[in-house]
């Protein structure tokens, strides 16, 4: 088993490193303060290929694959995790699903500009009742000559507010269950579609979460993504790629955080001693960089075999999970370690605290992770 990354894998990690380091840390904690969406830096993350690592230059892209879309993603998650879900959100979930299921004509208008990060996309299923139960859809899209008539409302949709295009999901066939749903490209400035309003969230605050509104939205059918009824296959087909982008988020959250204790277990001295020469202290730093390497290898496994045309979901669910659970643990401990320091804002493990949560929940919380899993095992 290959375990060593290519020489343009390695360079599209070390690019996103340096940027991380250099252009994305020095604002994140005033930018998480703030609730301030960083246009600047993630324009130039567009301008460096980053908001379309794994989409064909055909259409805008880098070009690469998922294995550096994920190493890159980590970089970036270690410095700031709203800076990661922004590009997660615009790679895996918008964009490889308009890659996969558009057309040409799609292609060039719906997806160029955002692969090149000229605009951003976002993913809009989540409903008031549709949550963890994707099915349960209200929105509903009625068919009137070339068009579509869209009205409902989506919920805690990430980059809502700033992207251009929203790939939005809804009924068209209320007598199908999942198999009635279908997808839309629905352009910003679209008549009948509004941002409600903007959540005030624990974490990622830096990376707008939004509400949509679709009141008698004409939407072209033209910018319908597949057939009708559709839907709900290319919405879980995006859910499973994603779920590798937020795995690495995680692992990123988890890695930033481990860095983060173990230079302060090398400076902060207790009883005469640095803290890393306390064996309590050892045993949590141990557990940390080995529960960080394990969510890289299922991430790394997930995105290999994604790249391979083989069946990834499971192992995506796997990455999701342990990564995810991971970074709860790891950042939970990395307060632990800076003491009554870790629970102050100016220390950054605060910040990557109150960040992992939100990787336990989005895009699948833990809980339907474990049944995926437990699914796939059981032979059902």
């Known amino acids: 088993m290959k375990l060593e990354l290519s020489d343009e894998q390695q360079m599209i990690q070390a690019m996103a490193r340096e940027f991380a380091e250099t252009a994305i840390r020095p604002i994140a904690a005033e930018i998480d303060r703030e609730a301030r969406f960083p246009h600047e830096t993630v324009k130039r993350m567009g301008e460096l290929g980053l908001m379309g690592i794994a989409i064909p230059e055909q259409w805008g892209g880098s070009g690469s694959d998922t294995v550096a879309y994920v190493v890159a993603l980590e970089e970036i998650a270690k410095a700031c995790a709203s800076h990661a879900v922004i590009m997660s959100v615009n790679n895996s979930l918008y964009g490889d699903p308009v890659l996969k299921y558009g057309t040409d004509a799609q292609r060039e208008r719906f997806l160029r500009p955002v692969a090149s990060g000229h605009a951003q996309g976002c993913f809009a299923l989540t409903e008031p009742q549709a949550g963890s139960d994707a099915t349960n859809q209200h929105t509903l899209a009625v068919r009137d000559g070339d068009h579509y008539v869209l009205n409902g409302r989506k919920l805690f949709i990430t980059t809502g507010r700033e992207a251009s295009f929203a790939l939005v999901f809804g009924q068209t066939d209320r007598t199908k269950g999942a198999r009635g749903i279908s997808a839309f490209v629905v352009e910003k400035g679209a008549p009948g579609f509004t941002v409600s309003k903007t959540e005030d969230k624990l974490g990622i605050r830096a990376s707008d979460t939004a509400e949509l509104v679709f009141d008698d939205c004409r939407v072209p059918a033209a910018n319908r993504l597949g057939e009708e009824g559709m839907g709900f296959k290319i919405a879980m087909a995006a859910l499973d790629g994603g779920r590798i982008g937020i795995a690495a988020q995680a692992l990123g959250i988890a890695a930033g955080a481990y860095e983060r204790s173990l230079a302060y277990a090398r400076e902060r001295k207790s ?110």
């Open 271 to 380: 009883f005469g001693v640095p803290i890393g020469e306390h064996q309590m202290v050892q045993w949590m730093l141990a557990d940390m960089a080995t529960a960080i390497e394990g969510a890289r290898l299922l991430t790394l496994r997930a995105a290999a075999l994604k790249d391979a045309g083989k069946p990834f979901g499971t192992a995506a669910a796997m990455a999701k999970l342990f990564a995810a659970e991971t970074a709860m643990k790891v950042t939970t401990d990395a307060i632990q370690v800076h003491g009554g320091y870790g629970f102050i804002k100016e220390y950054e493990v605060e910040r990557y605290f109150r960040d992992a949560k939100i990787t336990q929940i989005y895009e699948g919380t833990s809980q339907i992770q474990k049944l995926v899993i437990a699914r796939e095992v059981l032979g059902r």
